[in-house]
C-alpha cells in the first residue's frame, strides 16, 4: 500500500523568510510522481510543483522548490522569500500509475508579517 | 482557477433528505473525480470517471451515488446521510486519469 506522511500538522515562518515543508511517502514502485497542492483559505486547491521520479533533477517553481532523495522516499518542499499569499494549507501527493492519488493529511502554514 | 466550478458552495441537510452536488470543468479534461476532505485526515478518493465511464470506486457506501452524463459534468447524488458525512467534497478534473489534478473550491455539506 501506498502511504504519505507529512509529520509537521503547523507551521509558521516570517514574511520574506524560507521555510522547509517535509513529506515522506512509501512505496514499492519505482516510477512515480510527486506533487505539493496548497489549498488557501478559500479551499481552492492548486497545484504548486510536480516531480517525476525518474528525474534526477529537481523541480523548482519560481520560489517553489523541492528537494527530491528516492533513495530516502522525501520529497520537501522549499518556500523562499515567503510572502503573505503563500499562507495556506499544503498537501503532498503520490501517485504511481493508474488513477489512485494518495495525499497526506497536511501542513498548515502560516506567514506572520 | 474558474476551470473547475461546484454548486452548491455550502449545503446543509437532514438525514432523510436528497440533495445533489455538482460540478462542472471548462478546461476540455477526459477525468474527473470526487474526493471527500475531513479535518486531520487525508483526503479520500471517492470516484474516478474516464471519458464518462465510471473507473474507480473506493468502497464508498451506497448513499452516495455519482453520474458523469458528459465529460464536462459531474454530479454526486446524496440520500439518507449520516452526521460522519460531514465534510468538504472536492471535484477535480484532469486530462488522462493520474495526470496533474485540477480541483474545484468543494462542497461544505453538514448533515444534521
Known amino acids: 500500500a501506498q502511504t504519505v506522511t507529512q509529520s509537521q500538522p503547523e507551521m509558521s515562518v516570517q514574511e520574506a523568510e524560507t521555510v522547509t515543508l517535509s513529506c515522506t511517502y512509501d512505496t514499492s514502485e519505482n516510477n512515480y510522481y510527486l506533487f505539493w497542492y496548497k489549498q488557501p483559505p478559500s479551499r481552492q486547491m492548486i497545484l504548486v510543483i510536480r516531480?517525476?521520479?525518474?528525474?534526477?533533477q529537481n523541480a523548482t517553481e519560481n520560489r517553489f522548490s523541492v528537494n527530491f532523495q528516492k533513495a530516502a522516499k522525501s520529497f520537501s518542499l522549499k518556500i523562499s522569500d515567503s510572502q503573505l499569499g503563500d499562507t495556506a494549507m499544503y498537501f503532498c501527493?503520490?501517485?504511481?500509475?493508474?488513477?489512485?492519488?494518495?495525499f497526506g493529511t497536511g501542513t498548515s502554514l502560516t506567514v506572520i508579517p | 482557477e474558474t476551470g473547475v466550478t461546484q454548486t452548491p458552495r455550502h449545503l446543509v441537510m437532514g438525514m432523510t433528505n436528497k440533495k445533489s452536488l455538482k460540478c462542472e470543468q471548462h478546461l476540455g479534461h477526459n477525468a474527473m473525480y470526487w474526493y471527500k476532505q475531513s479535518a486531520k485526515k487525508p483526503l479520500e478518493l471517492m470516484f474516478v470517471?474516464?471519458?464518462?465511464?465510471?473507473?474507480e470506486n473506493n468502497s464508498v457506501p451506497s448513499r452516495f451515488s455519482p453520474e458523469c452524463p458528459n465529460s464536462s459534468h459531474l454530479f454526486l447524488h446524496l440520500h439518507t446521510l449520516q452526521p460522519e458525512d460531514s465534510a468538504l467534497y472536492l471535484c477535480a478534473s484532469s486530462q488522462d486519469t493520474g495526470d496533474e489534478q485540477y480541483f474545484g473550491p468543494g462542497t461544505r455539506l453538514t448533515v444534521t
Open positions: 470517471y474516464s471519458l464518462e465511464e465510471r473507473v
Open positions: 516531480q517525476e521520479a525518474y528525474k534526477q
Open positions: 501527493a503520490f501517485r504511481y500509475t493508474g488513477n489512485q492519488f494518495y
